[in-house]
């Protein structure tokens, strides 16, 4: 650039694409990294076999990822090269003369953990160092072939201050370990497997730890150790209990085995996301290890049991099979995604963790898939791969693999999974590898299923029903549109599993017989597979006209509309044999009654009270036969988000909140007593067990609180905080300020304050201090949400409380966050401006929350899109959330 140009904008980071894979040029066979440990200059130096790919072109340099390190130094073969012998960029270092032939590179460098607040790499959280290498944190670590389809075994010795860094972690197995001069150890960690630079991890500093140990089926002893801060001891047991379940689970599910003498845990406080599984040393955010009857909810016990079981998975569907490059996610994620749903299904109720799981999938992907941020389960391009973490690679990754094991049926779903194991163990696969393991193991073409990893978007199914008194035959008419999504105008239709039955008069389901199909076997369920536009399926032997039971076990991640109404829903909410499909008929009624209510409350006209929609919550409540947690569950009304997507344009978001509102009043006041009732007999003085039936009492008993403090006045108050000082749990403690905390009540302040007094210190109490603020529906919560971003307590430096209180408010307070005026957009994106330099990751996720704006209305969109385009133009933003900006308003 010549004196006096102006400075060029800087080029626009460029999308990396599936269609350009090409294998690495060069293999790595071991690598051994000696690791000086420091806080502001840790010095790595790493030595590694490198020889050119026998199945990649040959002759091309050797090319080594890295990112923000000093090189202090790199020799071939013995010989220190100077720096005219290489090239060294800001993300890359290309050796131009080495072309061919196995080599010994070593290459020293350093580093600054403390320094590093982006939580990727090496990093310090509350002094200790650990390691957060997936998707792309190694280059931070040396330079080095950084991509997933680069295996290699590695010898990690680390060396640190004895006083400050007692214990020394890396992958494997340790294999020697001693004192050195000046107060310093080290240990040296072999792992024999090979793996990619992302599972690689290694954790210095001072952590308690307790242990335990598990005997595989064939014998082999494991030593199992969780890694916690000093104090925190007596809050892993429920960790350590899961761990062996999970360990003993994946071997009689799956028949995998683990293939370690150690598996060690380390919780620590600073985490981009949940958990890593790192080979043989997982790295939990410690919120999903650390619980205790009076520190943590049901909610909380369950998710450690099942994010344990999840890293705890990946050793097999993630490790020993990995994948080759980053638009594989979904091969490791979804799949692993569905191995722990089903590991939870076993542990605790399979219907009421089926709900909850459609629950979570409507509230995240569906809304991800239906915006700006849509992308296939298997993407085709990114900028940033860390963007692509999602509920539609995780979550809906998981139904895709749920979906063909509906189609191939359980038998086949093993039979591939054996031949999937076993034929890519110690591979790096794709899709099409995990496909062509079940397709054979099946004899099914799934060249159509293939489709739901291309195609972004969740389908809508329309569904009539026709019954025909006179040949006593009922004709199903399915027909199956995906709406244009980003880069995706037309669409295919896809191979849907649609699990259905038809239920009889007296409420039994009836024996189905398709016409045209010579068995006789009259099964009262089946799957229907859809493969086209429109299709016609015709039941004879149908004695009069049924009620149709559709989406069984939510078969697919489907929209459903169908022509029955009222009645059908009301009747299957007492009579549906499938515990989904009849909470589904619950919440289809009242997503119907709510935007009924909408409607009325904008055209003045007096909204309806929902009699019969509450009667038949009485009957839920009634009804000793039903679980109790699917008995909550039945109790919820559809969140004000789930209604804006289903309402789908110019939202309201006032006007929404107002009819859930009315609608919530309408049933507690019909349901007054009785849930008063219930209330009170719920109530135990069992010593709590974080069990699935004692939680799911206890969600029974939050549930009608919850419901009851729909009336908002003085008794509902009362009632809450009489629970909040007497709770002996969290679960309680929670549930009742959950409620309180959208009330303008004496009783609300009083008890947040005391809550703040015992959390004081414990900063997973604390971020619960947080988040039950940033989500209430009250007029003042932006102004608090922004008083509570300045308290002494909150940091941008810690990802659990910016979510706790910026995530929560954005993403779980709909009529706050899109308030008309667009404050709340404003605040979130001048939150996103000051978060980006210090976590990029988490400021993109955050930005993210934003993704519905377009069903909102034309004052609300407008003040969106202004605020990300205010910060897309006042300065420069990383790559991850420039990422995010750019597509949220393209
Ligand atoms: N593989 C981890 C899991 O179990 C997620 C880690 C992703 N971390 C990241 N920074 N992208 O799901
Ligand atoms: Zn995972």
């Known amino acids: 650039m010549s004196e006096g140009t102006s400075p060029a904008t800087p080029p626009a980071p460029q999308p990396i694409r599936l269609e350009d894979y090409t294998p690495p040029a060069w293999l790595v066979e071991s690598v051994h990294l000696d690791v000086a440990l420091a806080p502001s200059r840790t010095r790595v130096r790493a030595t590694m076999r490198v020889l050119p790919n026998p199945d990649a072109a ?317 992308h296939p389960v298997r993407p085709t391009s990114y900028i940033e791969i860390n963007n692509f973490y999602t509920a539609t690679v995780y979550e809906k990754g998981a139904e895709v693999v749920r979906m063909l094991k509906a189609i191939v049926g359980e038998d086949a779903f093993c039979a591939g999974m054996d031949i999937y194991f076993s034929r890519n163990d110690g591979r790096a696969a794709t899709v099409e590898d995990f496909l062509d393991a079940m397709a054979e193991a099946s004899g099914r073409d799934l060249s159509q299923f293939k489709r739901w990893y291309d195609q972004a978007g969740t389908p809508d199914l329309v569904v009539s029903g026709r019954y025909s008194p006179l040949d006593e035959t009922y004709e199903l008419t399915v027909a199956q549109s995906t709406a244009p999504t980003p880069g995706q105008s037309q669409k295919a239709p896809l191979h849907i599993p649609l699990t259905m039955g038809l239920i009889g008069t007296d409420g039994e389901d009836l024996g189905l017989y398709l016409a045209g199909e010579t068995s006789e076997d009259g099964a009262t369920e089946r799957t229907l597979e859809l493969t086209q536009h429109e299709q016609v399926f015709t039941f004879e032997k149908v004695p009069s006209p049924p009620v149709l039971s559709l989406l069984r076990g939510f078969s697919a991640p489907v929209k459903l509309t169908t022509n029955g109404g009222e009645k059908d829903w009301l009747f299957r909410m007492a009579h549906d044999s499938d515990p989904c499909a009849r909470w589904e008929a619950g919440q289809t009624y009242a997503r119907e009654l709510l935007v009924a209510v909408t409607r009325a409350i904008a055209a003045g006209e007096k909204p309806r009270r929902g009699t019969r929609y509450a009667d038949a919550l009485r009957n839920v409540l009634t009804d000793d036969s039903l679980e109790p947690a699917f008995a909550a569950m039945m109790l919820d009304l559809p969140g004000e988000a789930e209604l804006a997507q289903h309402i789908g344009q110019d939202v309201d978001a006032d006007a929404v909140h107002a009819a859930r509102s009315h609608l919530h009043k309408a049933v507690a006041d019909q349901l007054g007593d009785l849930l008063l009732d219930r209330y009170a007999q719920l109530q135990s003085n069992a010593a709590y067990s974080p069990d699935a039936d004692q939680a799911g009492r206890r969600a029974l008993k939050n549930a009608c609180l919850r419901v009851y403090a729909g009336l908002g006045n003085e008794n509902a108050a009362r009632l809450a905080a009489t629970q909040f000082a007497s709770a002996n749990n969290m679960t309680d403690t929670e549930a009742a300020l959950a409620t309180l905390t959208h009330m303008a009540r004496d009783e609300r302040q009083a008890a947040f304050d005391s809550f703040y007094e015992r959390a004081s210190g414990d900063p997973l109490l604390l971020d619960k201090w947080f988040s039950l603020q940033a989500m209430s529906s009250r007029e003042d919560t932006l102004a608090r949400a922004m008083e509570l971003a300045k308290h002494k307590d909150f940091s941008l430096t810690r990802p659990n409380t910016v979510r706790a209180l910026v995530g929560v408010f954005a993403g779980a307070n709909p009529v706050r966050f899109h308030a008309a005026d667009g404050s709340g957009y404003r605040f979130l994106t001048a939150f996103v401006r000051e978060l980006d330099p210090i976590n990029p990751q988490v400021a993109a996720r955050l930005l993210g929350t934003l993704k519905t704006w377009r069903v909102y209305d034309a004052p609300r969109r407008d003040a969106a899109r202004q605020a990300v385009s205010d910060l897309l133009s006042a300065g420069k933003l990383s790559e991850d959330t420039y990422e995010i900006a750019t597509r949220m308003i393209a």
């Not at 000093?70 to 090239?87: F, N, P, W």
């Not at 990690?156 to 006083?163: F, K, M, N, P, S």
């Not at 040296?188 to 630079?197: A, E, G, L, R």
């Not at 730890?209 to 801060?229: K, N, P, W």
């Open 58 to 374: 040959a002759g091309t340099p050797l090319t080594l990822d890295g990112e923000r390190m000093t090189l202090l130094l790199v020799s071939v073969d013995g010989a220190k090269l100077d720096a005219g012998a290489y090239d060294l960029t800001d993300s890359s270092l290309v050796l131009p003369h080495l072309t061919e032939g196995t080599h010994e590179i070593v290459i020293e460098t350093e580093c600054d953990p403390q320094a590093n607040t982006s939580l990727t790499g090496l990093y310090q959280s509350n002094g200790v160092y650990c390691t957060q290498c997936e998707a792309e944190g190694f280059r931070r670590i040396t330079y080095f072939p950084d991509r997933p389809d680069v295996l290699a075994v590695y010898t990690v010795r680390l060396e640190g201050d004895a006083a400050a860094c007692p214990v020394l972690l890396a992958n494997g197995n340790c294999v020697e370990s001693g004192t050195l001069e000046g107060g310093r150890h080290f240990a040296v960690w072999h792992d024999p497997h090979p793996k990619p630079s992302y599972l690689f991890a290694m954790v210095a500093g001072d952590l308690a730890h307790v242990s335990d140990s598990f005997t595989t089926r064939s014998g082999r002893e494991v030593a199992l150790g969780i890694y916690v801060e000093h104090g925190k001891e007596d809050r892993t047991a429920y960790a350590m209990d899961a761990l062996k379940r999970s360990m003993k689970w994946d071997e009689d599910a799956f028949g995998r085995e683990y293939d370690l003498d150690v598996f060690n845990i380390v919780a620590v406080s600073d985490f981009n996301m949940g958990a890593m599984e790192n080979k043989g040393l997982n790295v939990f955010n410690d919120k999903y290890i650390l619980v205790r009857p009076d520190t943590a909810t049901d909610v909380d016990f369950a998710n450690v049991e099942a994010i344990i079981a999840h890293e705890y998975f990946h050793n097999w569907s993630g490790n020993r099979v990995t994948c080759r490059d980053w638009f594989q996610l979904c091969l490791k994620e979804g799949l692993t995604v569905f191995r722990d749903q089903e590991f939870t299904s076993d542990m605790r109720s399979r219907p009421v963790k089926r709900i909850a799981d459609v629950k979570t999938l409507r509230a995240h992907q569906f809304p991800e898939d239906a915006g700006p941020l849509a």
